[in-house]
Nanobody
Framework: QVQLVESGGGLVQAGGSLRLSCAAS????????MDWYRQAPEKQRELVST???????NYADSVKGRFTISRDNAKNTVYLQMNSLKPEDTAVYYC?????????????????WGQGTQVTVSS
């Protein structure tokens, strides 16, 4: 079984910084794209940032220049460095990943999600 576990959320004042981590564990063959999503109260979940296995990145317009995604493939971990935080960044942040499993001579890819970590930015 594969688990994604986020950490690093918390309460911070506007203008502050937080660093989220998400570690994948289990019988993993490889990991493709890893993403960070967020969901604010009464809003739809939105994609914040993506990083491919090769290190290419994409960001939502609302976080460009403030957030940086990175990954450590040796640790199966993805990070989200969040700087210059704003109250509108308040949300539950989820990591997600395309995980390839190897079983019975075959490789199969599945999308897994973490349980989420709360980020609250006070004004």
């Amino acid at each position: 079984q594969v688990q994604l576990v986020e950490s690093g959320g918390g309460l911070v004042q506007a203008g502050g910084s937080l660093r989220l981590s998400c570690a994948a564990s289990g019988n993993i063959f490889s990991i493709g794209a890893m993403d960070w999503y967020r969901q604010a109260p009464e809003k739809q979940r939105e994609l914040v940032s993506t990083i491919t296995s090769g290190g290419s990145t994409n960001y939502a317009d609302s976080v460009k220049g403030r957030f940086t995604i990175s990954r450590d493939n040796a640790k199966n971990t993805v990070y989200l460095q969040m700087n210059s935080l704003k109250p509108e960044d308040t949300a539950v942040y989820y990591c997600s990943a395309d995980v390839v499993l190897y079983s019975d001579g075959a490789r199969r890819a599945y999308r897994y999600w973490g349980q989420g970590t709360q980020v609250t930015v006070s004004s």
